[in-house]
Every structure is written in structure tokens, then in C-alpha cells.
């Protein structure tokens, strides 16, 4: 437990001290009836604050919020948990056999995919108690698929389940389709046939190719077409989602294709991808490179593409495999507070490019040599499992995003401040605003940034709350400040920082710490 001491500098040059005590404790090795993992605090604090333990030597910024919803919509499924199909096999899916549920639950009624690189090379179905026809396969059954519809009820995901394509079976994928469409019901929002079919004759993909050098698009849209006809015959209404590929071209080959129920163009992309760059800013695996601008420049590049084609066939783009990198080994990257502040704001900014669907790839496995993305783990020594999973910081940083979810973007403009970006939605018919404010400059060099937050007429900010850590690129470190109101005698300063602002203009000024992301929430009196 740690005193934090949060310093509110208004314009009128009051200056105000808050305190409480709150728990801060996040690190994703606390167990999981730590207060953390809950989100709930312990003793709950009376107030919003932060440990700014030096002066604020940050630059000024300027953040306005506009209240006019105009913009895309923030959904539930917009924050969510992909896992390779072979976790289907998992007991520890049912909800009384581990505390998946309570972390699921943490970050809304989220998107679930099953899918990965071992769906076509080591998932095999069968309704009809077979065995795997090759040592390295792991059998998925209808009894799988009816304990995660045991956790699909508890958190209402909705789920997105992957049909294998690497050998090819077209009446086992129907019979998969057609007991997965019975089992999960309304809860299943889509079937993929095949992962990244575009990598389907590359070697390092682990497991091997599983095409020949002959295997391209028009195959693969030949395959598919055979799969969902297949599919349809036994299940006319099931929805299918295509190609989950990173390449735009097999994007446009499945837009265009003569499959039916077609329900969304599935891209994948991850942020950090050149794994043997040490560039920065770059695209290779550092932690400074995912909070870089440049960062948001490919993401809107790469999007863009599988948007264009989506919109093309009047159909949303679905995320459904992502995350912070996909370079082997980078546990150091992705344990870093930036991973945290990165998938805060990349999941604001995908879903305000119009990203309506997505999932950040991620494993039960173990913490300690465990897959590095991961948003959960298991803490249990390697090669033994547990029941009692912990988030990484990149989950932190979905958390706070939860908030804001069922509203719509409106434009946010950030003057100043360095590198720092910001964005707001509206909920509840217009009387609440939700700001996430992201400051990645690194602690290690500011300590923090002078705020001013410039509330639309008739709002007050009512509460708050905050991922931080030490530095940008600190490990296991990340923590969290539950949302607490702004205490009641707060004032709002009438004068402004500006003399552009309106007349009776009100700011919220704060010095706001770095290496953080920070959710304001506005209500209107």
C-alpha cells in the first residue's frame, strides 16, 4: 500500500493537495484474490490521486473534448482475448475450475476467438470420440464447446470459433460448424474457416507448412466456398468470417467469393513486427516503439487496407488476432508499462478507424516462459498448471478502456504536451463524456505533464481513474488507481488558459504523470 498525493493546479493559481490512501498493487504476479485482480481496492479510497514525488517539468498540454457523437462506436466486442483452438481442450475454460471468468469479466462482456497457427496444424474434431490422427493434435469434442458455452454465459462474450482448413475435410469442418452453431447459439457470432491461409506454405510457421508451393488465393477461395457450402447444408443461417489473414489481396479474395452469411472481413496485425530491427522509432520489438506516433501512422496504413475491403462488400472489419508483437522471445517488450498504455490506446484508436470486432492474442500458459503477448498467465511453476490465472499490463490497460464502451467517438483535439494523445465518447444519450487521456512520455525522463482538460458547457468531471508505471519501459510494474470521484468541494476554474475559449469556459488543470493512461468521466448537471 502507498500514500499518493495528487497536486490539482487550477487557472485562477490555487493550488490544491489531495489525499488517501488507495491500494495500488497490480503486478501480474499477485495472486488473483489480491484486490487488484478484483479492480476493487482495498481500503477504498475516498478521492482520485496520484505520487507525483517531484515537480512536474513536463510540457503543457491542452485537451478539448466536443460533446457532438458523430463518430464510430466503442463496443463491447471491441475489447477482446484471442487463444489458439487447441485451448478448447482446456478444462480450465469452465468457470468452476479456474478464475478465467472473474478476469474475463474485468474487461466487460468481451470477444472470445479460438483460432491461432494451431488450428489447421494441431486441432483435431471429432464428434465421435476418435483419436488424433497425428501424435502432435489435440482432440476438440461437442463436451469442449458445452463447457465454453458454460463460460460464454457467465461473461456474455460472444465468441468467434475457428474451422480447420490445414487438412482438408469439409464434412468434419460442417460437423464441427454444425455442433459449435447448436452448442453456443446467439453467442456465436462467426466460424473462420482456416487461419492466415496466406502462410500456409511457410516453414517457420511453427508446425510446418501445410500446402504445397502451388497453394494460392484462388485455391483457397475454391476451399472455402466447398467448406461453407458444406456448413450451409447443415446449418443454412451459420455466419462466416474471412480470410483472418494480414494480407489485403486474400482480404479482397474472400470479400469476393460465393460464400454465403458472409458476416465480417477478419484481418490480423500486430504492432511490433520486424524482429530483427532495433530502430527507434521503428516496427521492431522495443517497448519505446509501441507508444512511438509512428506507431499510429501503421496501424491507420495497415487498417486501412483491410477497411477499404470490408466496406467494399458492405461488410464491418473484424480485428480478430492482434496484439503488441508477434516476434518470438520478447517477453521483455510485452511485460512493459508500454504495453499497457499501448493497448489502451490502440484499442480507442482501432475501434475509432472503424474496427468493430477485436481480439488480442493471448495463452494460458505460464508466466515464466509462457507465450510474451499474453494478456493472462499462469503463475504456476513451468510445466505445471494451476486454477488461479493473473493479468500482464496490456489487460490493465484493456481495463480501462471498459469505460467507455457503448459510447461514440466525438472529435477530441490535444494541443501540446508532447507525446500524448487523447480520446472521448459519449454515453447515455449525451449527459456523460468519457475522456482516456494517454501520456506516454516516459516517467523515467517527466515526471509528468500540466493538463488542461476543457469541459464542454454544462459538464463536470465527476471521477477518474488510471493505469501508471515508473517508466515507459519498466517490467511487471504497471499499476492501477481504481475510479474515485474528484472530491465534491472541487471547484472548476472559470478563467481559462486560453483566450481562444468560450466565454464561461471551465478546465479541469491537473498535473497528469507520465508514463500513464488516464480515463476523466464527464457528467453533464
Same mark, same amino acid.
Given at each position: 500500500? @502507498?500514500?499518493?498525493?495528487?497536486?490539482?493546479?487550477?487557472?485562477?493559481?490555487?493550488?490544491?493537495?489531495? @489525499?488517501?490512501?488507495?491500494?495500488?498493487?497490480?503486478?501480474?504476479?499477485?495472486?488473483?484474490?489480491?484486490?487488484?485482480?478484483?479492480?476493487?481496492?482495498?481500503?477504498?479510497?475516498?478521492?482520485?490521486?496520484?505520487?507525483?514525488?517531484?515537480?512536474?517539468?513536463?510540457?503543457?498540454?491542452?485537451?478539448?473534448?466536443?460533446?457532438?457523437?458523430?463518430?464510430?462506436?466503442? %463496443?463491447?466486442?471491441?475489447?477482446?482475448?484471442?487463444?489458439?483452438?487447441?485451448?478448447?481442450?482446456?478444462?480450465?475454460?469452465?468457470?468452476?475450475?479456474?478464475?478465467?471468468? !472473474?478476469?474475463?469479466?474485468?474487461?466487460? @462482456?468481451?470477444?472470445? %476467438?479460438?483460432?491461432?497457427?494451431?488450428?489447421?496444424?494441431?486441432?483435431?474434431?471429432?464428434?465421435?470420440?476418435?483419436?488424433?490422427?497425428?501424435?502432435?493434435?489435440?482432440?476438440?469434442?461437442?463436451?469442449?464447446?458445452?463447457?465454453?458455452?458454460?463460460?460464454?454465459?457467465?461473461?456474455? @462474450?460472444?465468441?468467434?470459433?475457428?474451422?480447420?482448413?490445414?487438412?482438408?475435410?469439409?464434412?468434419?469442418?460442417?460437423?464441427?460448424?454444425?455442433?459449435?452453431?447448436?452448442?453456443?447459439?446467439?453467442?456465436?457470432?462467426?466460424?473462420?474457416?482456416?487461419?492466415?491461409?496466406?502462410?500456409?506454405?511457410?516453414?517457420?510457421?511453427?508446425?510446418?507448412?501445410?500446402?504445397?508451393?502451388?497453394?494460392?488465393?484462388?485455391?483457397?477461395?475454391?476451399?472455402?466456398?466447398?467448406?461453407?457450402?458444406?456448413?450451409?447444408?447443415?446449418?443454412?443461417?451459420?455466419?462466416?468470417?474471412?480470410?483472418?489473414?494480414?494480407?489485403?489481396?486474400?482480404?479482397?479474395?474472400?470479400?469476393?467469393?460465393?460464400?454465403?452469411?458472409?458476416?465480417?472481413?477478419?484481418?490480423?496485425?500486430?504492432?511490433?513486427?520486424?524482429?530483427?530491427?532495433?530502430?527507434?522509432?521503428?516496427?521492431?520489438?522495443?517497448?519505446?516503439? *509501441?507508444?512511438?506516433?509512428?506507431?499510429?501512422?501503421?496501424?491507420?496504413?495497415?487498417?486501412?487496407?483491410?477497411?477499404?475491403?470490408? #466496406?467494399?462488400?458492405? *461488410?464491418?472489419?473484424?480485428?480478430?488476432?492482434?496484439?503488441?508483437?508477434?516476434?518470438?522471445?520478447?517477453?521483455?517488450?510485452?511485460?512493459?508499462?508500454?504495453?499497457?498504455?499501448?493497448?489502451?490506446?490502440?484499442?480507442?484508436?482501432?475501434?475509432?478507424?472503424?474496427?468493430?470486432?477485436?481480439?488480442?492474442?493471448?495463452?494460458?500458459?505460464?508466466?515464466?516462459?509462457?507465450?510474451?503477448?499474453?494478456?493472462?498467465?499462469?503463475?504456476?511453476?513451468?510445466?505445471?498448471?494451476?486454477?488461479?490465472?493473473?493479468?500482464?499490463?496490456?489487460?490493465?490497460?484493456? %481495463?480501462?478502456?471498459?469505460?467507455?464502451?457503448?459510447?461514440?467517438?466525438?472529435?477530441?483535439?490535444?494541443?501540446?504536451?508532447?507525446?500524448?494523445?487523447?480520446?472521448?465518447?459519449?454515453?447515455?444519450?449525451?449527459?456523460?463524456?468519457?475522456?482516456?487521456?494517454?501520456?506516454?512520455?516516459?516517467?523515467?525522463?517527466?515526471?509528468?505533464?500540466?493538463?488542461?482538460?476543457?469541459?464542454?458547457?454544462?459538464?463536470?468531471? #465527476?471521477?477518474?481513474?488510471?493505469?501508471?508505471?515508473?517508466?515507459?519501459?519498466?517490467?511487471?510494474?504497471?499499476?492501477?488507481?481504481?475510479?474515485?470521484?474528484?472530491?465534491?468541494?472541487?471547484?472548476?476554474?472559470?478563467?481559462?488558459?486560453?483566450?481562444?475559449?468560450?466565454?464561461?469556459?471551465?478546465?479541469? #488543470?491537473? !498535473?497528469?504523470?507520465?508514463?500513464?493512461?488516464?480515463?476523466?468521466?464527464?457528467?453533464?448537471?
Amino acid at each position: 500500500m @502507498s500514500n499518493k498525493r495528487a497536486t490539482v493546479i487550477f487557472a485562477t493559481s490555487l493550488i490544491f493537495v489531495l @489525499s488517501a490512501c488507495t491500494s495500488t498493487s497490480s503486478d501480474p504476479m499477485v495472486p488473483p484474490e489480491d484486490s487488484a485482480t478484483k479492480a476493487v481496492p482495498s481500503p477504498a479510497p475516498t478521492v482520485f490521486e496520484q505520487n507525483l514525488q517531484s515537480d512536474v517539468r513536463g510540457a503543457r498540454a491542452l485537451v478539448v473534448p466536443s460533446e457532438n457523437a458523430s463518430g464510430s462506436k466503442l %463496443r463491447a466486442d471491441n475489447i477482446g482475448i484471442s487463444f489458439e483452438s487447441t485451448t478448447l481442450a482446456d478444462p480450465r475454460l469452465d468457470p468452476d475450475s479456474s478464475n478465467l471468468d !472473474d478476469i474475463l469479466e474485468s474487461i466487460g @462482456s468481451p470477444a472470445l %476467438r479460438f483460432g491461432g497457427n494451431a488450428l489447421d496444424r494441431r486441432t483435431f474434431w471429432t464428434s465421435k470420440g476418435e483419436n488424433p490422427k497425428k501424435s502432435e493434435q489435440v482432440a476438440v469434442t461437442p463436451a469442449d464447446l458445452k463447457r465454453l458455452k458454460r463460460l460464454v454465459d457467465v461473461t456474455d @462474450s460472444t465468441v468467434t470459433l475457428g474451422i480447420p482448413l490445414g487438412t482438408y475435410d469439409p464434412k468434419r469442418g460442417a460437423d464441427m460448424a454444425a455442433n459449435a452453431y447448436d452448442i453456443l447459439g446467439s453467442s456465436l457470432v462467426g466460424l473462420a474457416i482456416g487461419n492466415e491461409p496466406n502462410g500456409y506454405t511457410e516453414m517457420d510457421v511453427p508446425d510446418g507448412a501445410v500446402r504445397g508451393g502451388s497453394w494460392n488465393k484462388e485455391k483457397y477461395v475454391e476451399q472455402v466456398e466447398a467448406y461453407a457450402d458444406a456448413i450451409h447444408a447443415k446449418r443454412p443461417d451459420a455466419p462466416i468470417i474471412g480470410p483472418d489473414a494480414y494480407d489485403g489481396a486474400w482480404m479482397k479474395s474472400f470479400a469476393d467469393s460465393e460464400v454465403k452469411h458472409k458476416a465480417a472481413v477478419s484481418q490480423h496485425w500486430y504492432q511490433l513486427y520486424e524482429c530483427g530491427s532495433n530502430q527507434v522509432p521503428g516496427r521492431g520489438p522495443q517497448a519505446e516503439n *509501441l507508444v512511438q506516433p509512428l506507431a499510429k501512422k501503421s496501424a491507420k496504413k495497415n487498417l486501412s487496407i483491410g477497411k477499404d475491403w470490408a #466496406n467494399s462488400a458492405d *461488410l464491418p472489419l473484424w480485428l480478430e488476432e492482434t496484439g503488441p508483437t508477434s516476434c518470438p522471445g520478447t517477453n521483455d517488450t510485452s511485460l512493459t508499462n508500454a504495453s499497457a498504455l499501448w493497448a489502451a490506446d490502440f484499442t480507442l484508436y482501432a475501434a475509432q478507424l472503424g474496427v468493430e470486432r477485436m481480439t488480442m492474442h493471448s495463452m494460458l500458459g505460464a508466466c515464466e516462459g509462457g507465450a510474451p503477448m499474453s494478456l493472462v498467465c499462469d503463475p504456476a511453476d513451468h510445466g505445471h498448471h494451476s486454477d488461479a490465472f493473473v493479468p500482464r499490463p496490456n489487460m490493465l490497460g484493456l %481495463r480501462l478502456v471498459v469505460p467507455s464502451v457503448g459510447g461514440t467517438f466525438t472529435e477530441t483535439s490535444v494541443k501540446g504536451g508532447g507525446n500524448m494523445s487523447a480520446y472521448t465518447v459519449s454515453k447515455d444519450g449525451g449527459r456523460t463524456l468519457v475522456t482516456t487521456v494517454v501520456n506516454a512520455n516516459d516517467a523515467a525522463k517527466v515526471v509528468g505533464n500540466p493538463l488542461a482538460l476543457r469541459l464542454p458547457n454544462g459538464y463536470s468531471v #465527476n471521477e477518474a481513474s488510471q493505469v501508471y508505471g515508473p517508466s515507459n519501459d519498466a517490467k511487471d510494474a504497471s499499476k492501477t488507481i481504481p475510479s474515485n470521484p474528484l472530491p465534491k468541494e472541487l471547484p472548476f476554474s472559470v478563467q481559462t488558459s486560453s483566450p481562444s475559449a468560450s466565454a464561461g469556459a471551465r478546465e479541469l #488543470n491537473i !498535473d497528469l504523470a507520465a508514463s500513464s493512461a488516464t480515463v476523466f468521466i464527464m457528467r453533464k448537471k
